[in-house]
């Protein structure tokens, strides 16, 4: 409780969540500008609004559904969506106060209990979508690239049981630094925490974790989703099988791209900018207390890029569903699945894997 506040010695802080950003430094008016509380308001809400109409769109669709593989590709997108909403939710709920309020860190969190919250929040929430998205590019690549190695699809329960993995691994990810490994720290412009990017092992090792770990998720959704379009393109234009499309599996390849695309423009740079900091200030001279205002201001633009991911994964699901491209393009129909698109098989076993 005998914290000095964020403008005090960085001697006195540097064991502290409020040592690797100084709130006195001359930056009142700047902070002003690029810290107003209806620019967050505003990306709360929208990005609020947007899972909840998606959520609502999932849950009609999957009541309508007799497709194993389309109900259990349902499940994963909304585990994302829920993923989404509640990580807006439970970060908007310290951040936007904050903004309006301006309250003192030091008095109302002495103890950084609310900060290594916000902290595992935003780790926590950070990284879901991104393996998420692994996940669904998986499970789609083996569904498209070996139909018939596994006699039913992923049921609901199976899909469930694997958001939850990727539910407890972040978590496990989230918690090291509560356990030990690095430290959640108040970041510019004192609204919100995230892991520190200062060099000392701890803090080095969990940021390269952190961000290796969301590239390694982004390269194999980009691997997997390749292979599978490639796959896809190749089936339809062999034989007679151009006349014949799958609908469905196109849809869904077309919002795991669109995901795709999302995560790695708005994540990429992020993850790129926290490795090069963290190996930059390894090797500079002499052991850096806190963080350079640049490097502050930078961090605060790149994780605002990567809040738009949570608004527009929603708007993936809600725009490139059948329903709503077959009024736009209304030649659109259902078509045979991808059974049909292989060279003919036994009439059993056809009958076998066409059942569902």
């Known amino acids: 409780g005998d914290m000095e506040p964020p403008n005090g010695s960085t001697a006195d802080q540097s064991d502290t969540c409020f040592g690797a950003f100084n709130a006195s430094d001359g930056r009142s ?8 509380p209806w ?42 969506v829920v993923t989404d909403f509640m990580g807006l939710l439970v970060t908007a709920s310290v951040i936007i106060p904050y903004h309006f309020i301006k309250f003192a860190w030091t008095e109302v969190d002495p103890g950084c209990h609310l900060c290594n919250f916000l902290g595992f929040s935003m780790v926590f929430f950070g990284q879901c979508p991104l393996l998420l998205g692994a996940t669904m590019a998986g499970e789609r690549f083996f569904g498209i690239n070996h139909p018939f190695s596994r ?25 090291l630094p509560v356990l030990g490994l690095g430290q959640y720290t108040l970041q510019y412009p004192g609204s919100w925490c995230f892991l520190t990017l200062l060099p000392n092992t701890g803090n080095v090792v969990f940021c ?26 190749r089936v339809y234009h062999d034989r007679e099988s151009v006349q014949r499309r799958r609908d469905s599996e196109v849809e869904m390849m077309v919002q795991l791209v669109g995901i795709m695309i999302i995560a790695t423009i708005c994540w990429m740079p992020l993850l790129i900018f926290i490795i090069q900091t963290v190996l930059q200030q390894l090797q500079a001279d002499g052991q850096i207390q806190m963080l350079p205002t640049k490097t502050q201001e930078m961090l605060l633009i790149y994780i605002r890029m990567v809040t738009w991911n949570q608004i527009l994964d929603p708007w993936v699901y ?25 060279p003919v098989l036994n009439p059993s076993l056809r009958r076998k894997f066409t059942a569902n």
């Open 29 to 36: 008016n700047a902070q002003n500008r690029i810290a107003s």
């Open 39 to 80: 620019f967050s308001t505003a990306f709360g809400l929208i990005g609020l609004c947007s899972n909840l109409i998606a959520l609502c769109v999932l849950i009609s669709s999957s009541r309508k559904l007799s497709s194993r593989t389309r109900s259990s590709f349902l499940v994963f997108l909304c585990g994302l």
């Open 151 to 175: 006699s039913t699809s992923i049921s609901k329960r199976r899909a469930w049981s694997m958001v939850g993995l990727v539910w407890g691994f972040s978590c496990v990810l989230g918690l």
């Open 208 to 233: 390269l974790l952190f961000a290796l770990m969301g590239i390694f998720s982004v390269l194999l959704s980009f691997i997997f989703n390749t292979v599978s379009v490639v796959t896809l393109c």
């Open 318 to 342: 809600i725009l490139f569903r059948r329903a709503v491209l077959q009024r736009v393009y209304p030649s659109l129909r259902p078509r045979p699945s991808i059974i049909s698109l292989y």
